[in-house]
Nanobody, 122 residues
Framework: QVQVLESGGGLVQAGGSLRLTCAASGMAVNYYIMGWFRQAPGKEREFVAAVGWSGTTYYAESVKTRFIISRDSVKNTVYLQLNTLKPDDTAVYFC????????????????WGQGTAVTVSS
């Protein structure tokens, strides 16, 4: 069965970095849209970054120059490098997979991980 599992969250000071990992099983990451979303307390889940089956990457404007999404097809794993972190980046980060063309809405994704928490202190 399909399973995606996130890891790598934690507590970091403003300006610091983290690398989040999404390990997939039961499906190949290079055949799906692989996306990262985040949800802060009291806020709706929002798009952060994605990589398509062709390798094209997509970013939210707020993270465009700070975050990097990458994919390792051999390891069947997706990463999100978080740089120059700000307190506003504090949220639970989710990995998700969609079978189809690129979409930005959380409801368009078929499979979800459990989430990993990122807290950025000032």
């Amino acid at each position: 069965q399909v399973q995606v599992l996130e890891s790598g969250g934690g507590l970091v000071q403003a300006g610091g970095s983290l690398r989040l990992t999404c390990a997939a099983s039961g499906m190949a990451v290079n055949y799906y849209i692989m996306g990262w979303f985040r949800q802060a307390p009291g806020k709706e889940r929002e798009f952060v970054a994605a990589v398509g089956w062709s390798g094209t990457t997509y970013y939210a404007e707020s993270v465009k120059t700070r975050f990097i999404i990458s994919r390792d097809s051999v390891k069947n794993t997706v990463y999100l490098q978080l740089n120059t972190l700000k307190p506003d980046d504090t949220a639970v980060y989710f990995c998700a997979a969609r079978y189809g063309t690129m979409r930005y809405g959380p409801s368009e994704y078929n499979y979800w991980g459990q989430g990993t928490a990122v807290t950025v202190s000032s």
